[in-house]
């Protein structure tokens, strides 16, 4: 049972370059989540999804997009990578609302 | 939406000490509590949950009671092992809002 899966694991970029990070989950889930995490900062939410073809903007969405065209899969996109969006970027899942969450192991994301 | 405060680290130990981290919440309605712990390098994995007042969630050892009068899930245990040096976030999650919340983090640190 494979859980969420992101893909890739790592990843260098040079600024302005753009990139899609893919989250995978197997479980059935209608919500799914793209976070950062910072030093010092805890995790801050970019964006989520409450189900196919829908999402929503959470705490710091600029410089992101997402899609979520299967149920199974949420992509986060950097259109132009910025040096401040260097970064551990997790994906989680979630059966509901009030369900706990079920997360990756992250992506490694360093812009130069 | 909901918030949460988290008492701040580093907690440094030696094994077999008591621990506690305290959490308060805000939420406008009752929303299920959690709380996740993050090994390095890994993403976050649920420890316990508790979805109603007065109910005690527990595992491997660690133990936290959803206190709603004083809207509190303070995370206890008995006796500290070196494997359990990690971050630990809570969560308070549902009661009206779609956004999921976490604490800045606990960094847990046990010596032998």
Not at chain 2, 66 to 79: C, D, M
Request: one cysteine or more.
């Amino acid at each position: 049972n494979a859980g969420v899966t992101q893909t890739p694991k790592f990843r260098v970029l040079k600024t302005g370059q753009s990139m899609t990070l893919l989250c995978a989950q197997d479980m059935n889930h209608e919500y799914m989540y793209w976070y950062r995490q910072d030093p010092g900062m805890g995790l801050r939410l970019i964006h989520y999804s409450v189900g196919e073809g829908t999402t929503a903007k959470g705490e710091v969405p600029d410089g992101y997009n997402v899609s979520r065209l299967k149920k199974q899969n949420f992509l986060l996109g950097l259109e132009s990578a910025a040096p401040s969006q260097t970064s551990v970027y997790f994906c989680a899942s979630s059966r509901g609302s009030n369900q706990p969450q079920h997360f990756g192991d992250g992506t490694r994301l360093s812009i130069l | 939406g909901n918030s949460v405060t988290q008492m701040e680290g580093p907690v440094t130990l030696s094994e077999e000490a008591f621990l506690t981290i305290n959490c308060t919440y805000t939420a406008t309605g009752y929303p299920s509590l959690f709380w996740y712990v993050q090994y390095p390098g890994e993403g976050l994995q649920l420890l316990l949950k508790a979805t109603k007042a007065d109910d005690k969630g527990s595992n491997k050892g660690f133990e936290a009671t959803y206190r709603k009068e004083t809207t509190s899930f303070h995370l206890e245990k008995g006796s500290v092992q070196v494997s359990d040096s990690a971050v630990y976030f809570c969560a308070p999650r549902g009661g009206g809002s779609y956004i999921p919340t976490f604490g800045r983090g606990t960094s847990l640190i046990v010596h032998p």
